[in-house]
Every structure is written in C-alpha cells, then in structure tokens.
C-alpha cells in the first residue's frame, strides 16, 4: 500500500515538473523540396536544403513557444537544428538518408510525427 502512495505521488510530482512527457498534436506538414528523392549532389561541398512548412511556424526566439523548429538527421544521426528553412548540409560520398522532422519548442516530436525523408547520393 506504502509502495503504490509513493508511486502515485512520484507520478504526480513528474507530471507538474514535467506537464509534457508526449507529443502534442499539430496540423503543420514539411516537405523537402530540393533536392529532389533520389538526386545526385556533390561530395564534401555544402548542399542546400529547401524545406516548405505550412500549418507551423518556426520559433522567433528562446521566449517563443508556439511554434517549433526543425531537426536535420542524415542516416539517423542528427546534423543540425536549423531555425531556417534553407539548410546547408555537407554529405560525404555515398548514399544518404535525409530526414527532416518538425518539432516543438522542447524538441519532442509531435504525435504523429511531422517528418519528410529522401535519400541522395552523393558523388
């Protein structure tokens, strides 16, 4: 009985100290629009990523919590968080998967998920 009270205080106290522990829902969709799935790009040169986001807006500044920002992973490792739509991405030779995922001010993922993904080789 002792072990379930303090279980349950324990639960409430994380859920006051932590109100989000899941996503949150939003209606906001990325795209990659350059370069296109599949495409061919230089090795060891910054290649230039273009995002479209609509239905979110990226955050203004440290105070700014209505919006979200961006996560970059090449091959499942995160490259960048960018506060830009336009991104420059090194890629060294090979084939690479490109993910972009939209998320919110304390970089957690949206339920579902807001991502994009391409892959690209890089010569």
């Known amino acids: 009985m002792v072990f379930c009270l303090v279980i349950g205080v324990g639960l409430l106290a994380g ?3 932590f109100p989000r ?3 949150s829902e939003t209606q906001a969709q990325v ?3 350059a370069p296109q799935d599949g495409a061919a790009v230089p090795a060891n040169e910054p290649v230039v990523l273009t995002v479209d986001l609509t239905g979110g807006s990226l ?3 440290p105070t700014d919590t209505t919006g ?3 996560h970059v992973f090449v091959d499942n490792k995160v490259q960048s968080m960018p506060s830009s739509l336009r991104i ?3 890629f060294e030779p090979g084939s690479h998967e490109v993910r972009i995922e939209y998320v919110d001010t304390q970089h ?3 339920e579902p998920p807001v ?3 391409i892959t690209i080789q890089a010569n």
């Open 15 to 17: 859920s006051v100290a």
């Open 21 to 23: 522990l899941s996503g």
């Open 31 to 33: 795209a990659i629009t």
């Open 59 to 61: 955050v203004s500044g």
């Open 68 to 70: 979200g920002h961006l």
């Open 88 to 90: 420059r991405v090194p």
């Open 108 to 110: 957690l993922s949206f």
């Open 115 to 117: 991502t994009d993904t």
